[in-house]
């Protein structure tokens, strides 16, 4: 690990970042990532309007939520359990 986060670095641990589980020190270095790379300040925005629209889904039972013939298709490629 480099002092300093890499764009790629900081794509694997956005989720930490942003749930707060990550330790002040790497938060702090993160956010200098981030204060230096507007690519990462775009994909961090992207990320975060992302997680707002899954949130605002709610609960979803993808049993009901897939078209019939989607949900036909995806049980077949299931393996089959053993007898």
């Given at each position: 690990?480099?002092?300093?986060?890499?764009?790629?670095?900081?794509?694997?641990?956005?989720?930490?970042?942003?749930?707060?589980?990550?330790?002040?020190?790497?938060?702090?270095?993160?956010?200098?990532h981030?204060?230096?790379?507007?690519a990462?300040?775009?994909?961090?925005?992207s990320y975060?309007?992302?997680?707002?629209?899954?949130?605002?889904?709610?609960?979803?039972?993808?049993?009901?939520?897939?078209?019939?013939?989607?949900?036909?298709?995806?049980?077949?490629?299931?393996?089959?359990?053993?007898?």
């Amino acid at each position: 690990m480099t002092p300093m986060f890499t764009c790629r670095e900081l794509v694997e641990e956005l989720r930490e970042y942003l749930d707060g589980e990550m330790p002040w020190y790497r938060r702090w270095l993160l956010g200098l990532h981030l204060l230096l790379c507007s690519a990462c300040r775009a994909y961090l925005a992207s990320y975060q309007a992302t997680r707002r629209l899954v949130k605002g889904l709610g609960d979803v039972d993808a049993r009901t939520a897939l078209p019939e013939d989607l949900s036909v298709r995806l049980h077949a490629t299931l393996p089959r359990p053993e007898k």
